[in-house]
């Protein structure tokens, strides 16, 4: 089988990349003939925001590179902006079928991510011009930009551009839930739920614990920070942090002022492994729809339980006092209450929740289980399909 990726990168390197990577790697690993049709984001040309709605130089690279690779199915993971919406129709034009995977809720919201203001925003999903979102400038907070990125959208669905596509995939239920719920209810058949994976990188299975939670991720509000600040800023508890962001000053301030907070910023991928290793509980406190969540697997792959959010997708990943403990979203009393509980069970149940948090990982979240999920989606698509339209 061939089959032809397609994804628009960012200037910075993001969850989506490492997902394209893993799969083309899992798949060439298999025996597949797989192509890697690359689209660039990372400058904002006022060009390619003109041609948001309909790249030609887009559509033209991707006739080349079906005429050339001769493809018996195209995956587009991200075609905003630079790719467009073009990918689509050209290769419907040379009448491949298409899967498309959904790493974000772009058709659904300009914002992409259902959350503006502070808190998670649904009025997009009704039908009609999405007036609100253009309103509140949800996309780069600027009206203009969310007016030219929601026509677009609003053109293409009205065209049936999206109807082109014979499979969208979604890395949880209750994304797809989202979609099925929305202006896409139409759609409904054509979504399948497949989660991400990562390679096994371990070394042991029987590590240590040294007493700390750890928290890995991005330092913004929908992340939850406030929330996990709010919740170990009155514990004796040992927190770590890792990552990056808007709100860095802030998890700068708190590990000045709490002796218990340690704020260790971007580290290598080596160094947060071993933290993983070693910590207690990875805190996942998120407070958008997250479409998935690697840190996550990342953490049940090194046999470390999560304490997160009750939130989305999150709850298909995360059972509580199973492999980790759910609490109840932007709550802080609730999330220390959790980690309290944790922290005071006996070395034998910590042990069984560990156990616990890496047959998760071996049992949904391997390459091979990933594999016979890819094919399978392939194989049905490649096996039914007829144009759409």
Known sequence: MKILFIHTIYKLAGGEDIVVKNEIDLLRSAGYEVALLQFDNSSFSLLKVVLMPF?????VKTKSAIKSFKPDIVHIHNMHFAASPAVIYCAYR???????????YRLLCPSGTLYDGNKIFLDSLKSGFPWPAVRKGVYRKSRLLTFWLALSNNLHKRLGCFKKVNAFITLGAHSRDLFVDSHFADLNNRFIVKPNFIPDTTDSLSIESKAYFLFVGRLSVEK???????AFSNSKLHLKIVGAGPLEALAKQASENHANIEFLGQQPKAKVNELMDHAEALIFPSQWYETFGMVMIEAFSRSTPIIASGLGNITDIVTNEKNGLIFQPGDGKDLLAKVNFYNNLSTEVKSRFREESR????????????????NAIYEGVINTHSHPL
Do not use: D, Q, R, W
């Not at 040379?94 to 974000?104: E, R, S």
């Open 55 to 59: 790249n030609f130089f887009s559509y």
């Open 94 to 104: 040379y009448k491949i079928p298409i899967v498309m995977t959904l790493h974000n």
């Open 224 to 230: 939850g920070l406030h929330t996990l600040l709010k």
């Open 359 to 374: 047959a998760t990982y071996e049992n949904n979240y391997t390459p091979a289980a990933n594999l016979l999920k890819l």
